[in-house]
Structure formats: C-alpha cells, structure tokens
C-alpha cells in the first residue's frame, strides 16, 4: 500500500513540476525607439542596438524539410546553400520541426496565428460553409472574442508553439493581412487581433510582433463594416447581398463585392463571374491609399509592435506607392513605432519581358525609398513557383543595403519629398552628411539640385547614396 501511495505522489510531483515549468523563451529582448526603430539586446549583452530587419519567407533555391540529414556530404552541400542563399539576411521565416542547426545564426519569424485562427473556426460545426463562409466565421469571432473558452484556446496553442520553438532568437508574424482576413474574404477584427497579442505577451513577455496589415491598400470589408454601421446598430445575420449589384453577386467570389475604400468606393469591377480592380486614375488611387492605410494602421494598432503591408504589383507598377504606404502608416501608427515593409523578392509580379536585372532595379527603388521614407525594415515574400533567377540577382543588392546600414541607422536631419524625387540627409557624430536619394519615376529624368553635390541628375528609377560636405 505504501509502495502503490509513493508511485502515485512521485507521478503527481511529475505532472505539476511538468504543468508549472517555464516556456521557452528568446534569447533577445527588444524596445522602441522614438523615431521608429526597433532596438535589440542579445541576451548576453548590456546595450540595446538599432535593428534593421532584412527577413526572408521561404529561401528560393534552398529545399526546406523536415527529414534528418544524415548523410554527411548531403548535409554540407545543404548547409553551404543555406548560408550562401540566406548572407544577407538576419531574419528567415521558420516552420518548428524544418530548422537544422546552421540555420540558428538567423532571427526566426513564426507565423502560426493564421492556422490557429483558422482551426478554431473550422471546429465549429454550426458554421456555413460555401463562398460566403468568412463572413459568418468573422461574425461569429466577435461573439466569442472575450469569452472564456476563446481564450483558453488561445493560452492552450501558444503554449504549444512556445514549447517547440526552432529557435532561442525568434519574433512572431501576426495573422496574415489581418485586416483583408487572415487569407479570406473578410476583415478579422482588431479586438481579435488585439486579443492575439495580449495572449502571446502574457505568455511571453519578451515576445515581438510583426503585424502584416494588408495586401493592398485599395480597401477593405472593414470599411463596409463601418458604413454599414452608421446607419444600422448590428450587421445583418446574413451577408447583404442587396446592397450588391448583380453583377457582384455573380461574381465567383461574391464577397469581394463589399470591399470598400474609406470613402465607399469600390475595390473591384465586376463583369462575367469575373472580377479585377476598378480602375480611378493614378491620383485617385494615391489619395485613397493613404487615407486606408492610415485608418487601418490606427484602428489596427493594439495587435502588436512592428507594422507594415505587402503590395507587390501596386509598388511594381507604382513604385512611389512604396513611400505613401510608410507615409499613411506613420500618420496611422505614430512617431515611436516600427513600419517593416514586404517586398517582392523572386518576381512574383515582374512584368513580362522585364529582366531579372531590370526587375531587382525597380525593387531596389522601392526599399529605398520606403527607408527614406521612414520603414526600419524589409521582408520578401518570395514565389517559389518560380526558378530563383531573380532571388539569386537580388542577393547583391541586399548585400551592399547591408553595408548602407551603418547611413541609415545614422540621425536623419533632414528629409525632402517632391512626388517622384524622395531625398533624405543624414549626419554623425562627426558632422559628416550624407545623402540617400531615389528616382520613383520609371521614365522621367529628375534634377538634383544641392549645391555642394556634384551629381545634377537622377535617371528613372535610380538609387544615390553619396557622403557630401
């Protein structure tokens, strides 16, 4: 009998000692700067430092998996791609269980809120299904936001993730264009957002948040949301086809019939079963992305600490898009927090006939005139449908951003933007200057007119960097 009650107290020790062991947690600790940096501490050392984030999803090139390398030659040729592939990087998307360890020099990002969200939301039975399933499945999020049960679900999966981090250095990506819908049709809350966040940091106080806002700025069911609901107390049970043309409910995708500007203007045009963008003009596009950006930034801003969009083919064929967005999110977000930008990293939507050359030049304009702008980071989504030719072109214009960082990490006293002319002055402690200058014209000329810089002229597209007394 006393050998059967020490068994079963030792299992019970075992059980709470395993219940009550600490999580995980990083090996860095970060802060904000009041100009919008993101400062960073390695958990052995006593000051914290300016981070400029290059980070990369998926390593175009590079096979990730999570099968053992046990073959010693297969594991060095791995490991030798990796590190050549990933050089200018310091921060790589990571799936817990595909990491290997030449991989640990690299910051994590963890991106699991997506399919956590999504998960719960497909456990529960009484939901529609169908092409209108997301705006139920958004309806009923907000019932349960605040409820018991949603919130020990969400203590019960972050706990999950953090017990099998791949990393000791990691942040976490928020839900995917949240406020599109977290790769559906129809925007996810804030206080759902919100409520992500609080739960992470209450289980990791260390933990970082980048926050991907949107995948254009064009609009959004959020703001149909909102203009329904000055003139309504609830949205309906049922999604209000009525207000829709029939064209838009014809659509294949008849939800995208509600995506609204600020201003109620439609997102998409509608014609068949099809549908694409509704086309305003370029001044009327520039006018209303700012204004989006900026309201979801604002209204958006409790679900974490960096922020930022992606918008491929709008920064491909509007380049100076990239420095509005940074623009509308500062205005949105405030002076002290971070804005990261997602670019196009392998061509994703290079037009036809564009060299892999040609296209890393346009991309190169868009980074740095988002950095004049005011972003303290980068990402690329990258395409892995695509052969790497323009990943691998890419790699050198990374590496010698990373040799500008110790510029643009320097105090900028002076800033100029002039529609397609974005010019930014720096200076250190010396009183050295320099200057960072971009062309976001693709076919006009721009003069560059400082008198103690002898370069006159800017050509379409062109990126300068000069010291200059």
Known sequence: MRKVFFVVLVSLLLVNCSQSRKLPSSHLQWKFSDDGWVLKKEFDKNEYEKFFAIGTWHVPGYAFTDSVETDEKSYENNASLF????????????????????????????????????????SIPELPKGKDKDYYRVQYLKKVVNTADFDQYLDTEIKKVLQNLPNERYLFSHIDEIALGGVSRWAIPPSVGAKFNQKVKENDKDALIFVDLLGHCRGTTYFFEQSYLRNHDALPEEPPYELLSESARKCEIPLLGFFKSYNDMPVYQFDNGKYD??????????????????????DYKGCGDVFGINAFWDF???????????????????????????????????????????????????????????????????????????FDTLLPMLKELNKNLSVIELKTVDKKIDNNLHILIKQDEKGQKYIIAT???????????????????????????????
């Not at 360890?101 to 719960?120: A, E």
């Not at 100076?320 to 205005?331: C, E, F, N, P």
């Not at 939507?349 to 005139?369: D, N, W």
């Not at 693709?442 to 000069?466: G, M, N």
Request: glycine share 6%.
């Open 316 to 390: 491909s064929n509007y380049p100076v898009l990239s420095g509005i967005t940074v623009d509308a999110l500062r205005a949105g977000l405030g002076a002290d927090t971070p804005i990261w930008i997602y670019f196009d990293g392998n061509g994703y939507a290079r037009p036809a006939g564009v060299s892999p050359e040609m296209y890393v030049e346009l991309v190169k304009c868009q980074i740095y005139t988002a950095v004049i702008h005011g972003a303290t980071g980068i990402l690329f989504w990258n395409d892995w449908s695509k052969k790497p030719e323009v």
């Open 277 to 298: 963008y509704a086309d305003y003009g370029f001044e009327t596009l520039k006018s209303n992305w700012y204004e989006n950006a900026k309201l979801i930034a604002q």
């Open 439 to 469: 062309n976001t014209s693709k076919t006009d000329e721009l003069q560059l007119i400082i008198p103690t810089i002898q370069k006159k002229e800017l050509a379409p597209l062109e990126v300068f960097i000069s010291p200059f007394q």
């Open 83 to 122: 590190k050549k592939k990933t050089d200018p990087f310091n921060m790589v998307f990571m799936t817990p269980g595909f990491q290997k360890d030449y991989m640990t020099d690299k910051i994590h990002i963890i991106n699991p809120f997506s399919p956590i969200l999504h998960h719960y939301l497909d």
